[in-house]
């Protein structure tokens, strides 16, 4: 079953404009993780946030994890043609059910970037 | 450094026929290694993983198996294929308190 649910699951911009996806889960969690995916590609790890962390930064990637609500966002600021791919959360829920050793991946947000 | 190879790219096979896809990383030794199904335009479905030599985990019970003969190779086979087994398969290592690696996946289409 998947842990993580993205919201929306398609979204598009215009270049220069800001892109905010959201990753919503149901367990508790070790580390919430964000991946992206270019088109017949694998995925590239882009960013991980602790349970015990409230936002990070990574260049033009922002996140902010509410363990309280259970959910994540990530924002691209002043997104390019580039970033056009689909964005996905994982999860670490530990010892947690559903965890182990292994993450659980959310469904993904497909982001269009247009010039 | 790390680098994690997968192939074939892609894969034409038809109902019935045998499947082997294999995966190699380097660069690392006794690594969590995972496979995952993605289906068009879907999220990742875990297939297996394997913590150690001869050790797998299966997560959905379906037409496929996974054998991990070396410390550092993960093979997921079917004896026969059916449509739905059709997909984006993906091979991936690392830890959960680190995040993966994936490799470049293999686009499987049975006919």
């Known amino acids: 079953s998947q842990q993580g649910e993205e919201d929306p699951q398609a979204l598009s911009i215009q270049e220069g404009e800001n892109a905010t996806m959201n990753c919503s889960y149901k367990?508790?969690?070790?580390?919430l993780q964000w991946y992206r995916q270019n088109s017949g590609r694998g995925l590239v790890h882009l960013i991980l946030?602790?349970?015990?962390?409230r936002e990070k930064h990574s260049g033009r990637l922002r996140v902010t994890l509410d363990t309280s609500k259970k959910s994540s966002s990530l924002l691209i600021t002043a997104s390019r043609a580039a970033d056009t791919a689909s964005y996905f959360c994982?999860?670490?829920?530990?010892?947690?059910?559903?965890?182990?050793?292994?993450?659980?991946f959310g469904t993904g947000t497909q982001l269009k970037v247009e010039l | 450094s790390q680098t994690i190879h997968q192939w074939p790219a892609t894969l034409v096979q038809p109902v019935g026929s045998p499947l082997s896809l294999e995966c190699t990383v380097e660069?690392?030794?006794?690594?969590?290694l995972y496979w995952y199904r993605q289906a068009a335009g879907r999220g990742l479905q875990l297939l297996f993983y394997?913590?150690?030599?001869?050790?797998i985990s299966s997560e959905v019970p379906q037409n496929l198996s996974a054998s991990r003969p070396q410390d550092r190779q993960f093979i997921l086979s079917s004896k026969k294929l059916l449509l739905s087994d059709s997909g984006f398969y993906l091979c991936?290592?690392?830890?959960?308190?680190?995040?993966?690696?994936f490799g470049s996946g293999t686009r499987l289409t049975v006919v």
């Open positions: 991936a290592w690392g830890r959960p308190v680190y995040g993966y690696t």
């Open positions: 367990t508790s969690i070790n580390n």
């Open positions: 946030i602790r349970s015990n962390e």
């Open positions: 994982a999860t670490d829920a530990g010892a947690n059910p559903g965890g182990g050793n292994k993450l659980t």
């Open positions: 660069g690392t030794s006794n690594p969590n």
């Open positions: 394997s913590v150690g030599i001869g050790q």
